[in-house]
T-cell receptor, first 121, second 111 residues
């Protein structure tokens, strides 16, 4: 399957600082990437849809000014948590859909990154 | 996306087949059944998907009932590394939207 990477895998920061998380599709191009958040013992919740070359679409209740998304290329999307606070501590996961014509399936499969553990002190 | 219902947890002995059920009684005709799993502190891993027919790959088999209202994921020879939360998701497969994750089934493989 397609490979999606995230960097960093974990980060600890002080309250009030900003943190940038990168999501890369390593062996395919992704015009659309998705960002999820997962709190302990809970399921993944979609935060936003990142489209290459255009503005991201945010889910209801997600502050777009706090979670800045940039999708400048077909293989890279970044999520910046601005002015982070302890309640932003969470597991952030990105996914990308493989639309390559060589895909073995006729439908789109989303592949997920390994996640980034953010701890805000 | 259609809602899916899964048991919260299941146990299975190592080496045995693990059969994970999923109900999706409101699934639409154009929605596929996807299965992902999430090992602790990792991102979800794609397992398999299907529309109507049963599917098999190197990881698992997917059995979909004829009325498509339920399905079963089968791990033929479970190992300790298969311990994870398994998510059954109904999605159109178009890829325009993110996936909607339910609570999944926590499968525990017992030695």
């Amino acid at each position: 399957g397609a490979v999606v990477s995230q960097h960093p895998s974990w980060v600890i920061c002080k309250s009030g600082t900003s943190v940038k998380i990168e999501c890369r599709s390593l062996d395919f191009q992704a015009t659309t990437m998705f960002w999820y958040r997962q709190f302990p013992k809970q399921s993944l919740m979609l935060m936003a849809t990142s489209n290459e070359g255009s503005k991201a679409t945010y889910e209801q209740g997600v502050e777009k000014d706090k979670f800045l998304i940039n999708h400048a290329s077909l293989t890279l999307s970044t999520l910046t948590v601005t002015s982070a606070h302890p309640e932003d501590s969470s597991f952030y996961i990105c996914s990308a859909r493989d639309l390559s014509p060589l895909s073995s399936t006729s439908v789109v499969t989303q592949y997920f990154g390994p996640g980034t553990r953010l701890t805000v002190l | 996306d259609a809602k899916t219902t899964q048991p919260p947890s299941m146990d299975c002995a190592e080496g045995r087949a693990a059969n994970l059920p999923c109900n999706h009684s409101t699934i639409s005709g154009n929605e596929y059944v996807y299965w992902y799993r999430q090992i602790h502190s990792q991102g979800p891993q794609y397992i398999i998907h299907g529309l109507k027919n049963n599917e098999t790959n190197e990881m698992a088999s997917l059995i979909i009932t004829e009325d498509r209202k339920s399905s079963t994921l089968i791990l033929p020879h479970a190992t300790l590394r298969d311990t994870a939360v398994y998510y059954c998701i109904a999605d159109s497969g178009g890829g325009a939207d993110g996936l909607t994750f339910g609570k999944g089934t926590h499968l525990i493989i017992q030695p």
